[in-house]
Every structure is written in structure tokens, then in C-alpha cells.
């Protein structure tokens, strides 16, 4: 190769480099720039931490509301996430995944339950959705239910509200004049 | 001889474009052997690594051979061989059976190339064209085969991927047969007389470095499109598309640089680039993935084509260089895909944990009635557990829609949100091998840089 071709070679192999560089550079920085470092799975919240509840608009909403609370509650008693829990309570058979997993047996996990739902009776009766005459009540129905009975409570809050109303008498509409 | 030499180049370019088109035209069906085999993730990986392994192990015993007994005979025996266990590997219902069929088929593969190099040389008038022809024409199938191999396993199945690669194989050993048979009746060809010199170390050491990144790129973008977003076959074949059409830009391109260093450096730098890309990928866009691929395609044509030429310069015989060089090649993508895999799969598994558990919140705080999330969370449970650990499709699960426009818009908001986790958790899952496929990369820029070509 002739001298000057032999340099234009080089700076064509330099310029190829340097491009190379640039359009490397530029393509990592323009995917950075457009959040492509924080592309992830949002992460889960503390149960620990209370979270305030929404405005409730009849019975069923602060059901709702009261099986998250009681939810919170327990995972955090179990040092779990509230979306962790509620996979294992699904079914049966993740439930025992989730014992395995995490070392937690059934009596644990019902103390934990439990203690869930004395929380959600708290917070409701904080967020002004439950009268302190139906929170007493309430607490002593759960104070030894069974595990299996404070799941389905959990799952529906509803039925443990109309077991409130029970306690009270069968006047009816009571409930739903003791709720806002 | 007496096969006219222009059939016997186009049956020769057939051959080594066909065998190294094998290794990249299955990754496209990896995700249907997956499924269909019922195995794992790291399992389905053995499909790829067991050939690519056989390959880097053979190539050069192969070429040994082929100068030994004859490349006319090598080639003939190899191809019937490939044609064979490809027959093998279309019947296999199990993954050893087909993992096992996929290693007699490197066998054959590899003395089907090496022993095509010693023979181009005869036919074509010089080792400098066969060598340019031989490279072309792996490029070539390489490129292709991922398209071809995706658009067979929608409209066919992954079988037939492997079925039809034998009436190829058997076509491309037709007019190699004559020289075979001319080997027979007089002796070996005359070959190259000069004494075997040492492989190119810095330049092989490269090759397998940048092709254990090239390899991930192409393995990972197909899984992350077909299994992480839900791609079809065909859409993925689409997609990847853009690497061999960059590839072609970038071989065009290289014509301009005679410097073999800067191309090989620039080509490194390109793909470690596309591969940081693809790390850091800001949303599940498809559209996304093309910048990244034109990086990766312009910078694998130049930085392949650069340190083959380098391997090849100077040195004889050229088949046994050129067995090195595709050892050294294939080695850099069993290490790229046994590497990358284990890290890769633990990610997927964290990802899709922490996916699901984004997920459920959404589904917890979603502003649906109180009973229709009851139902919804229901549904969606029994999708996750029928998924069996896979990234969850979960669109079946909202469907039928309900009636009601206001909770019709809730549902579907929901969707587009869980949706969304979902997606963000497959993306990341592959963000760690994406970026240390890039620093792969870059580490092959060291050996690049100690590479000296040698001129005949």
C-alpha cells in the first residue's frame, strides 16, 4: 500500500472507530435518558406501614377495605409482603408452599391472621367506617376463631360484618346505620 | 473431475451456509421445543450448546481428516451424516434423543465445512477467493436462518426445521460425490504442501469472545420477544430480521476500511453497544429493539469478517485454519449461552416473583368492585399456576369483559396495569445477560488490540 493510501486508511478506520463510539454513547444515553435504568417491577409497599382508606361507599367497599387492612396486618405480624400473603391463601396447596417456604407453621400463620383482623377492626374504626359499638363485638368473634375460619373472614370481610350485626340483634338495617 | 466446478461451488456454498445456519435457525423454534418437550429453560439451551460444543470440538480433527482422507470424501461422508441426524432430530419426542441427534449433526456439520474450504480453493482458482466465498456463504445462512427457522416453526412445526434440512444436505452432496469418487479412483487431491503454522491465537481468542456476545444477543432478543412478550414465531423471525439486514449494511461498509484492527475493533464496539441497548431497554416496544439490532448487525459483519480474515491471512493450510476459526466461534457460544443461562434463568424467576407480586397489588388496589376483583383474582391464580414458573399470559383471564361500561373500563385499565408489571418484570429479567454479553464485548477489544494481520 502507497503511503497516502495507507493513511487514508487509517483515518478511515479511525473515523469507523470514533462512529462506533458515538453511536454506542449515544444509543445507552438516549434509553438511560428515557428511564430504561428504571424499567423494573414496582416494588411492593411495607405492610408495616398504614395506609389510609379510601372513602368507603356502602358495606361491601369497607369489606374491601377491611380484609386489606387485615391483610397488612397479618403480613407484616409475618414479615412478608401483602401481595406474598394473599397468593398464599389463595388455595390450600399454596399455602403449604408458602409454610415451606418462609418456616411459618399453622398456628403461626392463624396468630398472624388474627392479629390482622384486630387491625383491620382498628383501622376502620380510625377511617370512622366502624362504630366502636360494632369494633368490640367484633374483636371478641375473632379472638380464637379456628385458621381456616379467619381466612375465609379475610376473604370475606362481608360475612364478619353481618356476624357483628347478629350480636346486636336481628334489627333489621342496624348495620347499615351504624356504618356511614 | 467431473463435476463442472460452478455446481460443485454452489453445492459447496449450500453446505457450510446450510450447517451454519443450523446453530442460529433453532433458536426461533427454542421456545416451542420448550413448551413441547416440557422442559426447562437451561434444558432447552443443551439443543443449542450440544451443537455449537460438537462443532468447536470437531472442527479441526475434522479438517485433519479431510486432508488425510480427502475433502471430496469428508464432505460426501459429512453431509450424509448431517442429512441423517437431522432426520433424527425431526423424529425426537424427547430432549436427550434430540440433544444427542444434534451432536452427530455437528459432527457431520464440521466435516462438511472444514473440508468444503480445502475444496473451494480447486474450484474457485484461489485460497483468497475461497476463503471470501466460504465466509459469505456461512454469513449467509447464519443470517437467514433464524427467519427461515421461525417461519417454519409457525407454519410447520420445529420438526420440520430439521426435516427439511435433509433433502438440502442430501442435494449439496451430489456434485461432491464426483470428486469423492475421483479420490477413490486416483488418490487424494493435491493440497496445500506448506506446514501447519500455529492458529492465530489473539485473533481466535477474539472470535470466541465477540461470538459468546453475538450469541447471546441473538438467544436472549428471541427469547425476551417469543416468551417474555408473547411474539409469535413469525413476528419474532420479523423482528430479528433487522440484524442480518444491518449485517449486510455492515459488510458494505467494511469494503470502505482495509484496516482489518479498526474494523474488528469497530465491530466489537458496535455490538457491545447494541447489547448495552438492549440492557437497558426504557419499555416493552418492540420498535425498541431495532436500534439496538442495527448496532449489533452492523457491528457482527464487521468484527467477524475482519478477525476470520486475520485467523486466515497467511497462514496454511486454510482448512485447518478455518477449522480453528470456526472452533474458536462456536466455542465463544457455548461459553456465551452456559454463561449467560444460569444468570439469566435466576433472573427470570426473581423477576417473575416480583412481577406477580407488583401484579397483585395492582389487582388489590384497583378501583373494580368489591366481588368482580373477587372473580378476577380467582381467574388470574389459576392462569399463574397453569403457567407453571413461565412469564404468565394473562389476557385470557379478563375475558368475557364485564357488561357494564364503568366497570368495562376499570377491568381494562386493570389489565393495561398488570399488563405492564408483567412486562416490566420479563424486560429486566434479561437486562444482567444483555449487559454482560456488552462487556464481553468490550473484553475482546484487548485481544483485537494484539492482533496482527499477516500478508501472504
Redesign the interface.
Known sequence: ?SEPSAAR??R???I??V???V???A??GV??A????S???????DPCQHRPWRDPEGL??I??QFS?SA?DGAACKLGV????L??AL??PE?RERFGDRYGIDEAELARAIRAGLLRAISDAEEAGALSPLLAAPLRGTIKDIPLDQAIELI?NARSLLDTAQSFLGPAEGLLETLLP | MSAAPRPRVAALALAVGLVLADSSVVVLALPEIYRELDTSVSGVTWVLVSFNLVMALAAVPAALIARRVGPGRTAAVGLAIFAGAGLACGLSDQLSTLVLARCVQAVGGAAAVTASLELLPASVGSERRAAAIWAAAGATGAALGPAIGGLLTELVSWQSIFLIQVPIALAAAVPILAVAKHEAATGILPTELRRTGRPHLWANLALAMVSAAIAAALFLLVLLLIEGWRLSPIGAALVVTVMPLAAILGSRLGNFVPSARGRAAAGAILVSGGLAGLGFLPKAEVALTVPPQILIGLGLSLVLSALTETALSGRAPQAIHGGWTISARHAGVVIGLLALTPIFTADIAQQRHDAIDAGTAVVLDARVSPLLKIELAQRLASRLEGEKGKVPTIGPAFEPLPSDPGDREDVEVLRGELQDQLDRGATHAFSLSFLLGALLGLIALFPIALSRRVEL
Not at chain 1, 428515557?34 to 435504568?37: D, L
Not at chain 1, 424499567?39 to 409497599?45: D, G, R, S
Not at chain 1, 409482603?81 to 406474598?84: G, L, N, P
Open positions: 500500500m486508511g487509517r478511515r478506520a479511525q469507523l472507530v462512529s462506533a463510539i453511536a454506542s454513547l444509543l445507552v434509553y438511560l428515557a428511564g430504561g435504568s424499567y423494573t417491577p414496582e416494588k411492593t409497599q361491601d367497599e369489606a374491601e386489606l391483610l409482603s401483602r401481595e406474598t394473599v397468593q389463595a388455595t399454596a376473604q
